[in-house]
């Protein structure tokens, strides 16, 4: 690891034969521990081996050890003859964050908390394999996978401004459900509208500080006590199958070889069995794009449910009509998604695929795929932290276009995995110490609440400090929990 900046080290191609180019991790001295203990790094350098890859293999501050891919990856490959590898999704394809403005305060829910939070565990269904409140048909599921929340909003849940504060408008064209297996169409139909379980969350919070005061005005964010919601959720079981099936679809293409994973039909050498891809132009490579697509629209419409649950929830607990309370949805952002972008590449400008796994988009200002109400301060970065600390509202900016394809960090990022919290720590014990500084959690289970201890993730406030010193998302505000929902 070569030190580059302040809060970049270079991972140079001469690490290991098969990098086509180097990788470059966002990180500081602090988190750099971690990243030094973990495969992730070497899962930096198996990226940098991908067919077509353009510019660095890079991560972000919350690297850690994932499927193919480091969560935090970002990787673009060129569209001509670059490929594209579900393992740069992930199996929770668009898994993302919403975050809903209030005109409320705290002063306005005082008292009022723990009900809200019940209310809405009631209101959306939550847990290791929950079923929505809402029953769908297989043709309107295939409606949901082309169209996305559009879908929902045409059905009722929600209004026509919602679709303009959503990356991609909330629907990603050119999905096409016929390449949809019918197992994942299976699983996907009962969990329309449903949070699952691992780190999905539903959270009340209130803004604890003000970082930039003109971008939060432009955000809706105007008082340091106001209250604010966020939904961190994907496209459930349906999105898991999609990934699942393509990946046994490409898989059949490779044959060991030695210590690598080869393809004779696409001439394609890979260090790493869970990189498995196919050319961007291939039927292969298209279809597990156009998948891939429906499964983000089924992520979108699934939060725009529970959206409209959520504002039900606010009505029915504090008595109060949507005029009073409003809800407005500041962005809805993807962090597991592959995505067609331009990008100006030693001069010259060329259509790529950017792979985001636990990474989010951050376009600056100026930017044409930014809405317009926010055009001219740049796109909402919503990076949660963990449920005991922070998160914070960040913005994208010229300097993420330019460096990391417009992209910067997700999460705080894990330090340890599932497995080891469940031993370390007790569900009802991590409960209680979050109600003794304020924060009622109301779990599914316990098992998930020890999973999700503030203690197995990295310092929120570290994180986004490397993400803002790099310039590539710039802090507005920071919020503090006071409720979170855990399926």
Not at 16 to 25: E, K, Q, W, Y
Not at 198 to 226: M, Y
Request: charged share 25%; glycine share 10%.
């Amino acid at each position: 690891m070569i030190r580059k900046t302040e809060f970049t080290y270079q991972l140079p191609k001469s690490y290991s034969p098969d990098m086509r180019t180097d990788g470059l991790v966002y990180t500081s001295s602090k988190l750099l521990e971690h990243v030094l203990r973990e495969e992730a790094l070497q899962q930096v350098a198996n990226v940098a081996s991908l067919p077509g890859i353009v510019g660095d293999s890079m991560a972000m501050p919350d690297i850690h050890w994932g499927y193919g891919f480091p969560i935090g990856g970002v990787a673009a490959t060129d569209m001509e003859d670059g490929v594209i590898s579900p393992g740069g999704v992930g199996y929770d394809i668009n898994c993302g964050v919403r975050m809903l403005a209030t005109e409320l305060t705290l002063g306005d829910v005082e008292g009022r908390i723990k009900a809200l939070a019940d209310d809405i565990y009631s209101n959306v269904p939550s847990g290791l394999g929950s079923k929505g409140r809402v029953r769908v048909s297989r043709e309107m599921l295939d409606d949901v996978l082309n169209l996305g929340a559009v879908w929902t909003v045409e059905n009722g849940y929600g209004f026509k401004g919602d679709l303009e504060r959503l990356e991609e408008n909330g629907n990603f064209e050119d999905a096409d459900p016929s390449v949809v297996g019918e197992r994942a169409k299976r699983r996907g139909m009962p969990q329309l509208g449903s949070l699952g379980a691992g780190n999905h969350f539903l959270e009340i919070q209130k803004v604890s500080e003000i970082i930039d005061p003109k971008a939060a005005k432009v955000f809706h964010l105007n008082d340091p006590d106001q209250i604010v919601v966020m939904i961190h959720t994907g496209s459930r079981g349906c999105g898991y199958q999609i990934c699942q099936d393509q990946i046994d679809s490409l898989s059949r293409n490779f044959r060991k070889e030695g210590r690598y994973f080869v393809s004779d039909k696409y001439g394609i050498k890979l260090p790493d069995r869970q990189l498995v891809c196919a050319p961007l132009q291939s039927v292969d490579g298209k279809n597990y794009f156009k998948a891939m697509k429906c499964a983000a629209n089924y992520a979108w419409a699934n939060r725009q449910m529970i959206t409209h649950w959520i504002r039900d929830s606010f009505q029915t607990v504090l008595g109060r009509d949507f005029g009073e309370i409003r809800m407005d949805i500041i962005y809805d952002v993807a962090h597991n998604i592959a995505k067609q972008e331009t990008y100006e590449i030693e001069g010259e400008k060329r259509e790529l695929v950017v792979h985001r796994k636990g990474a989010t988009r951050s376009l600056g200002p100026g930017n044409r795929n930014v809405t317009e109400r926010y055009r001219d301060i740049g796109q909402p970065v919503i990076i949660p932290g963990d449920m005991g600390t922070a998160s914070f509202l960040l913005r994208g900016t010229v300097e993420a276009e330019k460096s990391t394809f417009g992209s910067t960090c997700h999460g705080a990022g894990r330090l340890s995995s599932r497995s080891a919290a469940r031993k370390r720590f007790r569900g009802r014990e991590v409960i209680n110490e979050l109600a003794k500084k304020g924060i009622y959690v109301r779990a599914h289970s316990e098992k998930v609440a020890a999973e999700e201890a503030p203690q197995v993730y990295k310092d929120i406030e570290e994180v986004v400090n490397v993400t803002h010193g790099a310039g590539i998302s710039m802090k507005v505000a920071k919020m503090k929990p006071l409720a979170v929902v855990k399926g």
